[in-house]
């Protein structure tokens, strides 16, 4: 019996065991024909509840994801019998399965109409249609009468927008409208694959109807705040509205449509503020969709759109929930490299600011007073007045250009939008290995009146030979290189360069006080180990630790992964996070288990890390020798913060006892990750230009203060701390001292500011006046 053979048996015949020692069968060597068979059996209701089918219907659904089966004619036929059936016994089946096989058949397509015409009147029955895209699909198949049935079904009650909808799917021919049935989602929180919205947004009709539907849309929203629409909250549209305009807005972002920022516009402030003080919204629900599409497919116009509605809103607990969505959306917005750094001027101009700085500057005037809005860092609004700064907004303007005020309060939270999405899309570049035309680099980034400060403190490399690169931090060079408008530009990483070269732009920052918008020259670099090359296919670098499972949840959605919830219930105990990197052509993979309760906190182990690469449409496990170094370091540098900031070891206050502690006491001073070894090198530079110089040394992993009860070891990585001479441990949960904010640091690093922050304390430990503190030092001195 061939392995097919024994799989469908597991899947009909309650008494069949498979032999696999595993209990999981590898199904990579079964035909794309067979696998399509599989599904049909799969699917089947009534089949018996054993553990070996069950291990052959993940196994089945698993692979399927993985590569597209195929189905004979017979398969195709078989297939629409059991989505009757189940949909007799069960009251529902996913009708997109018929289509798909009838999609993939191997030979002339049977005729379903039979089994189509039933599923239809099966489905018209019920009182809510789910699938409508797909059903019409079906109704086609049973017939002209059967499809009119469908339409008029489908079109009653659900309004203009929905109703345009529907017609549209009805008048395209069956090739066209089975693909589009891939999109029609059962709810708006599911999103299908890309492919399925690629294919949609081929079709002329679909995307007409898109532009439609999101301005009449817009046009509603207009409506009610103007008053011609009585206003409800959460009444704007209904739920099949909003998953109808959430499917067309992710057509028109895909397509990245040139109506779409003069709708956002209105769209955004539309849905998320009431036309009267009311903390209400005029639909919450069509807000939080929006922000679901920018996270599938991002342009920086709606990022930045969501950013300011972000501001704006009234709702207590929207912006929180706007911040933890946003964070997706960032990570998403730096795989779209075609349109991720797109910045308007906004009729900027390039001046001196503060000084010797330049920045973007726009003046308007109100009055005998002169507004000026600078962006540098970030933009800020300032006015004048005879050319002389004041220091607030001078009476008169706020009495008689309350409009010109407005506009430029909001401008200023535009651009600063603006700001945060383009250095997060900058520095999401990496994991893409970005590359630019170097005439646009010049003019559009080095050269643009808002990005420029930020972009300009970056060291960028030019391709000015071929395979021969230039490096040049604008901050610090007056004359940017001499290259061709089509020459390629690219953020320099440290894993490109010769240590030698590493440090000496570490040197020039230091040097200079120049502050990074991200952590590049100081950007922790992650090379194949010894270890790595034993185990071939993954690693443990990571493996083995304890961690606050929500607080590494929260990181993991905010960096851009992919990863189910875990918990105590069945399917919760375990899951394998995942990124695609450089283009969607790697994917990496971190699994994590659920452990246990600690008090009200949940904590979860690490695993393994794998990757992935693309073949053919088809994920395969590659070797890690084989994952191009750039990827394997900005993956493994995730995974090294996952566990660097959630790590139970870097909680100064841990009490529990058991296992736990005893995985505290071994990782709170463990040996370095990169991420403590760029701290260290960090602090062989800040250290000699601080007032505690003389009191300061590193050692090793720690750096070692000198106060005058005691000596003290901050551990550069957990910034726990030990006492001199016998390593008993000093408990300092949280300390911020007057002063200590005003060291230069070329990087934001919450924990070497923490550690810093100790040092400054405990240098000066005769003046600690807290007794907790007091108590534990004096207690062995």
Known sequence: MDLPQRLTRALTDPDFTLDDTDGRP?????????????????????????PARSAVRFAVEDEARERPPRYTPDACRRMFEVLVTRCQ???????????????????????VSGPARTLVGLWLEKDSVRQPYALLAVARLAGDATLRAAVDRLSRDVGPIVADEIAVIAGLTPAER???????????????LDHAWRRAADHPAYVAFARRALEAAADRTDAIRAGEIPYRADKAFTDREITSLGQALRVALLRDEPWLPQLFERLLPGVALAPTTAKTLPSQAMLYEVVRAAQDYPTPELVTAIRTVRRTVRHAGVPKQLD??????DAALAERTDVALRLPRLEFETAAV????????????AGDYQAVVTVTDTAALTWEKDGQPLRSLPAPVRRDHPALVKELRELVKRVNAQLVTLVRALEGGFSVDAVHPYGWWRTELA??????????????????????????????????????????????HPLRSDPDVVRAWRDLLTERRIRQPFKQAFREIYLLTPAEEQTRVYSNRFAAHLVHYRRMFALLRARGWKSDRLGPWDGGEGDEAERTLAAGEWRVRFFHHWADWAGDDELASTDQVRFDRKAAGTWREAPLAEVPPLVFSEAMRDVDLFVGV??????????????VRAYWERASFAELTESGEARRDALTRILP?????????????????RGDLRTYKIHLGSANILMEPDDSYLCIVQTRRSGDGKVFLPFEDDRLSLILSKAFLLAADARITDESILMQIKRGA
């Open 689 to 705: 230009r601080l007032k505690i110089a003389d009191r300061c040394a590193l050692d090793g992993r720690f750096l070692v203060v």
């Open 178 to 192: 089975t693909p589009l049935a891939e999109i029609d989602r059962q709810h708006r929180f599911l999103s299908p």
């Open 646 to 659: 959630t790590s139970v070891a870097a909680d100064p206050d841990w009490r529990d006892g058991g296992w």
């Open 26 to 50: 590898d199904l990579s060597q079964v035909s794309e024909e067979d696998l399509g068979d599989l599904l049909v059996e799969v699917h089947r209701p009534g089949a018996p509840g054993t």
């Open 89 to 111: 016994e069960q009251g529902w089946a996913d009708l997109t399965l018929g289509l798909d096989a009838l999609e993939h058949c191997t030979g002339p397509q049977p005729d």
């Open 354 to 365: 503060g000084g010797s700085a330049v920045g973007g500057v726009l003046r308007r005037a």
């Open 447 to 492: 050269g643009h009146p808002l990005a420029r400060t930020l972009v300009r403190r970056l060291i960028w490399e030019t391709e000015v030979a071929p395979g021969q690169w230039r490096a040049v931090l604008p901050e610090t060079d007056e004359d940017l290189p001499d290259a061709p408008d089509d020459a390629s530009v690219r953020l320099w």
């Open 324 to 329: 933890k969505m946003l964070k997706k959306a």
